[in-house]
């Protein structure tokens, strides 16, 4: 089995805080905790390469490593990726996730380990195994074993049981496992428990949702530019950029004029694929309503209508892929000058 | 007072043929297909076809719109899907012929995105009940100038008089088991349990049937569990595949079937509640709040809800549940839901997951395909270019038909790892 190992400049033998502009390199051996690695490997895995990057050069040149990362691990066909430890080094732990994730895009597995209060284990617990290690270097020896326990149930084909049974940090994904009791069964066995007040376990924690405070009013309605857009899926005729009809995973921005047949005619197609788009295809106003903002601006209601709409369809929608659109719509909208939004949902 | 007593004399059917008369003969279905075409002759409908499509085939069945187990009661006068087909007495009551191992299949492009697949063979009958029974395809376009909701209705209907004509054949033909439903008296010591029937009322051909009425016409409604084994439910939505609910389904409820298992055993089965999910803040109220004063009159100690559908619907999943446990009706949700869950309570801490739909399915190609396989391009939850070069089809769990409805009686649960 042909194993990657990431290291920041001081576990990778080239220096300690002097050298953390380091640029990546790539040895082709075990180094430093590497060498400790195979020997509880055992003979049927071998690090084939160590990538080595200075911890601030890493985070200060994200796109050039993470491309160089890439062809590595496709140069050295790895099998597996393991990034650190890192303890509670909050560079080199940001470092050893944004490895994990690289690897995870590419569909190799990857380890690592980390403290829990290490920001990587939050930024990037999603994208591979991060085991659960002490705080500090001293603790090399129980950190290695327990990323090299992880590690050999990943090469042998096995699949992980749950983190609390493993001793990673939850990645949070979701699975299919097939249980003796079918779905009717537990329900029944759960409600009776409650009932008389014995003890159940929950098979789905519920989420906890972020609470925003909406933005003060908008003071000077006279002078302000005003946008509408929708998560209603109502893209121009042909679905020329193929959104989704489902899950998502793009937003689109549109010139009203010229992708709607005019500014206030809203003349598109529905793709969403959670409601009948019968309504919606025989007059987009009903989703994306540009008639009536156009009247508002002629009244002088507001300042301007913003020409430009963005569209995604909501339906399904991964909640980080939906806050990401959300951040970047909004920038793009500040950038644009625009005051007030308003937003459709179906 | 005499409950309710509901015999299913079961007829076992191993196979499905097209012949002359149609009948059942040594635990096979023959089918005069001219009779049926004839008999299912609708204005609103053109190009009528029926097809035949048996466990383990390379036929993939696109894009579906019902899945219906024909049944009828022994005295022929219908009584399944009462208020479309049957006569209103002895629902839920007497006898019930059910031909078993085989079911009626209705595709149609009526909303694109929400029909779903049924393969008969490879990885997606793997996750789908009814690519193990013997299917009777009902397929037919729309006559023109019909629209989408005429052309569902229509369709529906189709499926439910096919499955009434074919029922007709097991009337006399001699049955191989009887499955007996009452509620008898048990112990009031034993916990009273019903069901929270939540049922897609959302209109735009989000809308299911009871007794023939649109759902979003009702209040909450209490209904015995054996009203649904006689089809009292139909299922009218295009919602999303895997979260339709097939009227096969309300006839073979997992839920029901376990609770009755259970009833004088560790439990009082003490009803079914059937809960219309409505669009409208004002009507997701009414209907909660109602449905729980239900549960409140026939004092229910806990319920169990399954979610028909999600994303909108967990509003009323939330509901239901914090009202119930504010009045001291224990509650376990049941939810088959990929990410993320748009609404949620602190009162929600038992909930059964039964996995994961968004797994990545290859789909071979097939021999033949019933319906309009191009479709698959247009389902909810397909990927951009979910065809491949080499025909084969790269889809979601969840555009497998009735997947959702299906998981209760399975043995899949979601684990977060």
């Known amino acids: 089995m ?22 990546l390199q790539v040895k082709e051996e075990a180094v430093g905790p590497g060498k400790r690695i195979e020997a509880m490997l055992g003979d049927d895995a071998r690090i084939v390469a160590t990538i080595i990057c200075g911890d601030n050069y890493f985070n200060e040149n994200t796109e050039t490593v993470g491309r160089q990362i890439e062809e590595a691990l496709k140069k050295y066909d ?77 090469l042998s084909g096995q699949t992980l049981a749950t ?30 428990a409650k009932i008389k007040g014995e003890a159940f376990v929950t098979e789905r924690e519920m989420p906890v949702f972020k609470k ?20 209603g899926g109502l893209v121009p005729k042909g679905n020329p950029d193929r959104l989704e009809t489902c899950n998502c995973t793009k937003y689109k921005k549109y010139s009203l004029e010229e992708a709607y047949g005019g500014k206030g005619a809203a003349a598109g197609q529905v793709v969403h694929g959670g409601y009948d788009p019968v309504y919606g295809n025989a007059d987009g106003n009903r989703i994306l309503p540009a008639d009536v903002l156009v009247k508002l601006e ?49 | 007072m005499n409950g309710l007593k509901l015999e299913l004399e079961i007829v076992e059917i191993k196979d499905i043929a097209f012949d002359s008369t149609t009948a059942v003969r040594d635990h096979i279905l023959y089918i005069d297909k001219e009779e ?43 009584g399944s899907f009462p208020g479309f087909l049957g006569g209103y007495e002895g629902v839920g009551d007497g006898k019930t012929i059910v031909l078993r191992g085989c079911s009626v299949i209705t595709t ?27 299917n009777v395809v009902v397929k037919a376009d729309p006559a023109d100038g019909i629209e989408p909701s005429e052309h569902e209705a229509a369709i529906r209907e189709a499926g439910l ?68 084994l006689d089809g009292v439910l139909v299922n009218g939505t295009c919602v999303v595949a895997a979260d339709k609910q097939t009227t096969y389904r309300h006839q073979n409820n997992a839920l029901v079937r376990e609770l009755y298992a259970r009833h004088g055993v560790d439990l009082n089965f003490a009803g079914v509640i059937v809960v219309p999910v409505r669009p409208e803040l004002k009507e997701k109220k009414r209907c909660c709040n109602g449905a729980v004063n239900l549960a409140r009159t026939i004092r229910a100690d806990g319920v169990i809800i399954p979610e028909e559908g999600g994303g909108n619907p967990e509003a009323d999943l939330m509901m239901t549940c914090r009202a119930c446990e504010k009045h001291g009706i224990k509650t376990v949700l049941i939810i088959a839901l990929e990410d993320p869950l748009t609404d949620t309570t602190p009162e929600a801490d038992a909930v059964i997951d039964v996995g994961n739909d968004d797994e990545v399915l290859t789909l071979p190609p097939v021999k033949k395909v019933l319906g309009y396989e191009e479709q698959v391009q247009l389902l909810s939850g397909a990927p951009e270019n979910c065809i491949g070069d080499d025909g084969t089809i790269q889809v979601p769990l969840y555009v497998i038909t009735g997947l959702h409805g299906s998981l209760i009686g399975s043995h899949v649960r979601g684990e977060v790892y």
Not at chain 1, 84 to 101: D, E, T
Not at chain 1, 116 to 135: F, L
Not at chain 1, 215 to 221: C, E, G, L, T, V
Not at chain 1, 309 to 324: I, K, L, Q
Request: include cysteine; charged fraction near 25%; aromatic fraction near 8%.
């Open chain 1, 2 to 23: 042909r194993i990657i190992h990431y290291l920041n400049q001081f576990y990778g033998q080239i220096g300690g805080e002097s050298e953390a502009y380091c640029p």
């Open chain 1, 78 to 154: 790895a099998d597996l990726l393991i990034a650190g430890p890192a303890f509670n080094a909050g560079r080199y732990g940001i470092a050893c996730g944004a490895v994990c994730k690289i690897a995870y895009e590419m569909g190799i597995e990857a380890v690592s380990g980390m403290y829990r209060e290490n920001p990587g284990v939050e930024m990037y617990r999603r994208y591979g195994y991060i085991a659960s290690t002490a705080n500090n270097a001293r603790r090399m020896k129980e950190a290695l074993e327990s990323i090299c326990g992880l590690a050999k149930k990943i």
């Open chain 1, 163 to 192: 983190a609390e049974e493993e001793g990673y940090f939850e990645r949070g994904l979701r699975r299919n496992v097939y249980v003796e009791r079918n779905a009717a069964q537990r329900a029944t066995d759960m409600l009776l």
């Open chain 1, 212 to 231: 925003f405070a909406p933005s003060p009013a908008i003071k000077d309605m006279k002078h302000a530019t005003i946008a509408v857009m929708t998560s």
């Open chain 1, 298 to 346: 002629e009244e002088g209601v507001f300042g301007k209508f913003y020409d430009h709409t963005y569209v995604t369809v909501g339906n399904g929608t991964e909640v980080d892929h939906a806050a990401e659109f959300g951040d970047r719509i909004a920038e793009e909208l500040k950038e644009d000058g625009v005051d007030g939004v308003l937003l459709t949902s179906t």
């Open chain 2, 36 to 78: 049926l075409i004839n008999y299912l002759d609708d204005p609103r409908l053109q190009n009528m076809e029926v097809d035949l499509a048996r466990p383990g085939e390379s036929v993939r069945i696109i894009p579906v719109k019902d899945v219906i187990e024909p049944r009828i009661k022994d005295d022929g006068t219908g």
């Open chain 2, 108 to 134: 149609g492009k009526i909303v694109g995105f929400q029909e779903g697949i049924i393969d008969m063979s490879g990885p997606a009958a793997r996750h789908c009940e009814f690519s193990e029974l013997n």
């Open chain 2, 161 to 228: 008089k096919a499955a009434h004509f074919l029922a007709k054949a097991g009337i006399g033909a001699g049955f191989d088991s009887v499955e007996t439903y009452q509620l008898p008296e048990v112990s009031a010591e034993l916990p009273r349990v019903a069901i929270m029937y939540m049922t897609i009322a959302q209109g735009l051909l989000h809308d299911n049937y009871v007794y023939g009425i649109d759902a979003k016409m009702l209040h909450p409604t209490l209904l015995h569990p054996n009203e649904l």
